[in-house]
């Protein structure tokens, strides 16, 4: 199984909740940043949201602000996405990401380019 494990996902009526849980694997990944990205058929992965090694600094897509919420228990080795008043536009395959080494005890948030290996998956389907 791989290093990055992805749950949650489903499906919801426009303005319902989810909630994404990533169990990482590797304890060394507790000081990196971790992100969430998304991908829907014929387009590029795109990415959705991130946050830093201590879960004190996070980053988003700016179609998502307000709407998600990116957090982590390094105790236990998950990263969630809490996902409130869904859209039909949000329904994708969405992918757990760990940071690349440059993302390593940084304090900034991490943005598209800090990411270099993804989880399988989980799909998200948002009804109108």
């Known amino acids: 199984q791989g290093q990055l494990v992805e749950s949650g996902g489903g499906l919801v009526q426009a303005g319902g909740s989810l909630r994404l849980s990533c169990a990482h694997r590797?304890?060394?990944?507790?000081?990196?940043?971790m992100g969430w990205f998304r991908q829907t058929p014929g387009k590029d992965r795109e990415f959705v949201a991130g946050i830093n090694w201590s879960g004190g600094e996070a980053s988003y897509l700016d179609s998502v602000k307000g709407r998600f919420t990116i957090s982590r228990d390094s105790d236990k080795r998950m990263v969630y996405l809490q996902m409130d008043n869904l859209k039909p536009e949000d329904t994708a395959v969405y992918y757990c990401?760990?940071?690349?080494?440059?993302?390593?005890?940084?304090?900034?948030?991490?943005?598209?380019?800090?990411?270099?290996?993804w989880g399988q998956g989980t799909q998200v389907t948002v009804s109108s």
């Open positions: 590797r304890r060394d990944l507790v000081r990196y940043a």
């Open positions: 990401a760990s940071g690349s080494s440059n993302t390593f005890g940084r304090m900034a948030p991490p943005d598209r380019t800090d990411f270099e290996s």
